[in-house]
């Protein structure tokens, strides 16, 4: 199994900062990549960021410049910090893993529960 504590959301005003964290934590052979998604009501999930084992990072282009993901390979964890939010972050944040449980298994994809983000003045 694999287990997800994702942290941080909230509300913030336009122009404000947070910072995401998910703690991904069980059968971990292989953390292949890390990333967060996003999805606000009526829309698609959309990716956000995402992070390779070896730190390579690419981001959506709508959060470039404002938005930084990094991780903490020994912990599992990987953050978000989002500064100069805008009216249009608001969504839930879903925090992304593609890992290997167990040797000779294929990469599969695991999801968080979610966290709220709301950026309203």
């Known amino acids: 199994q694999v287990q997800f504590v994702e942290s941080g959301g909230g509300l913030v005003q336009p122009g404000g900062s947070l910072r995401l964290s998910c703690v991904v934590t069980g059968s971990i052979f292989n953390m292949i990549t890390m990333a967060w998604y996003r999805q606000a009501p009526g829309k698609q999930r959309d990716l956000v960021a995402v992070?390779?084992?070896?730190?390579?990072?690419n981001y959506a282009d709508s959060v470039k410049g404002r938005f930084t993901i990094s991780k903490d390979n020994a912990k599992n964890t990987v953050y978000l910090q989002m500064n100069s939010l805008k009216l249009e972050d608001t969504a839930v944040y879903y925090c992304?893993?593609?890992?290997?449980?167990?040797?000779?298994?294929?990469?599969?994809?695991?999801w968080g529960q979610g966290t709220q983000v709301t950026v309203s003045s």
């Open positions: 992070i390779t084992s070896g730190g390579s990072t």
């Open positions: 992304n893993a593609n890992l290997v449980r167990l040797p000779g298994e294929y990469p599969n994809d695991y």
